[in-house]
T-cell receptor, first 112, second 113 residues
Framework: EAQVTQNPRYLITVTGKKLTVTCSQNMNHEYMSWYRQDPGLGLRQIYY???????DKGDVPEGYKVSRKEKRNFPLILESPSPNQTSLYFC???????????FGSGTRLTVV | TQLLEQSPQFLSIQEGENLTVYCNSS?????LQWYRQEPGEGPVLLVTVVTGGEVKKLKRLTFQFGDARKDSSLHITAAQPGDTGLYLC?????????????FGAGTQVVVTP
């Protein structure tokens, strides 16, 4: 089944403890992207990647890192999480960006 | 400030009625996409439009892309309770990289039996 898989689905962590949210797609898509969704603010893009080793900032990149060492994987790294990064995170992938994205099921992160 | 303005923010209708959701911008888009999202789940792609003036139909849903590629609309005919959800428009600006997809704030649609 064609899908984007995110892990974990739920995560509660403490301020300052480094964490990684994994994202993997099995559709051989070139484009991958991370979003956060907050009430009243909608979906905001954190980072995106157009190919292996090619990444760029979205609208809210501060406090996040990404890497694209392989085509199928695009992990989101929070080096020192803070409470304002408590949010619902989505990973998405697309064959060519313009054609639309397949989204993962989301990761609900709480930083205390 | 959102690049894409959606209206209305909330729409509550009875089963069988029609509804239209609008997505407007002052920018030109290379691609305009519509998604539907259920609570706690990821958005699901409904349609992509790329050509000005384009009209696409998906069963009871009709999507239109403005001639100038700055706006779009989603029309649902004879709405059903299963159409309930958050409808999101998203676009790739003509001046941006293809990877930079930006979303509108969404329209919450509730269809009651």
């Amino acid at each position: 089944e064609a899908q984007v898989t995110q892990n974990p689905r739920y995560l509660i962590t403490v301020t300052g403890k480094k964490l990684t949210v994994t994202c993997s797609q099995n559709m051989n898509h070139e484009y991958m992207s991370w979003y956060r969704q907050d009430p009243g603010l909608g979906l905001r893009q954190i980072y995106y990647s157009m190919n292996v080793e090619v990444t760029d900032k979205g609208d809210v990149p501060e406090g996040y890192k990404v890497s694209r060492k392989e085509k199928r994987n695009f992990p989101l790294i929070l080096e020192s999480p803070s409470p304002n990064q408590t949010s619902l995170y989505f990973c998405a992938s697309s064959l060519m960006g313009l054609g639309g994205y397949t989204f993962g099921s989301g990761t609900r992160l709480t930083v205390v | 400030t959102q690049l894409l303005e959606q209206s209305p923010q909330f729409l509550s209708i009875q089963e069988g009625e029609n509804l239209t959701v609008y997505c407007n911008s002052s920018s030109v888009f290379s691609s305009l996409q519509w998604y539907r999202q259920e609570p706690g789940e990821g958005p699901v792609l409904l349609v992509t439009v790329v050509t000005g003036g384009e009209v696409k139909k998906l069963k009871r849903l009709t999507f239109q892309f403005g001639d100038a590629r700055k706006d779009s609309s989603l029309h649902i005919t004879a709405a059903q309770p299963g159409d309930t959800g958050l409808y999101l428009c998203a676009g790739v600006s003509a001046t941006d990289s293809w990877g930079k997809l930006q979303f509108g704030a969404g329209t919450q649609v509730v269809v009651t039996p």
